[in-house]
């Protein structure tokens, strides 16, 4: 068989009928799985990093920034201030709790 029938993770030749593709590179059904917890990605949802592929949760463990205010992982749009990552509901005045970002715009409030 020709090297572009081994499979990207194992080097084995691929001899079943399915295989997953990606990047143009070729994998066993069974040897495409998750870099964090091994779970198979045939079908599934998954994303490619630099050192491997992996399922939501993983990724998300893994890779998801945290909350400077909550400390916890952060999934959609949120605030970048001064280098650092907020919930919008978490940037809030140290002092009144007052939310700072209010439709879309950041205020400021003195005290």
């Known amino acids: 068989m020709s090297e572009s029938n081994q499979c990207a993770k194992c ?5 079943e009928k399915q295989c ?6 070729k994998y066993h059904v069974a040897c495409f799985v998750c870099g964090g ?11 490619k990093k ?8 993983c990724n998300l463990e893994k890779f998801a920034p945290n909350c400077a205010g909550c ?11 001064e280098e650092k990552r907020w919930h919008n509901e978490c940037f809030v005045c140290f002092y009144c709790t007052t939310a700072f970002n209010k439709d879309g715009f950041i205020f400021v409030l003195y005290h």
């Open 11 to 15: 080097v084995l030749d691929i001899t």
């Open 37 to 47: 917890c091994a779970k198979p990605l045939a079908g599934q949802k998954f994303h």
């Open 20 to 25: 997953a593709v990606v990047d143009a590179k």
């Open 50 to 57: 630099e050192n491997g592929v992996y399922c939501e949760e």
């Open 71 to 81: 400390a916890k992982k952060i999934v959609g749009k949120h605030l970048v201030v």
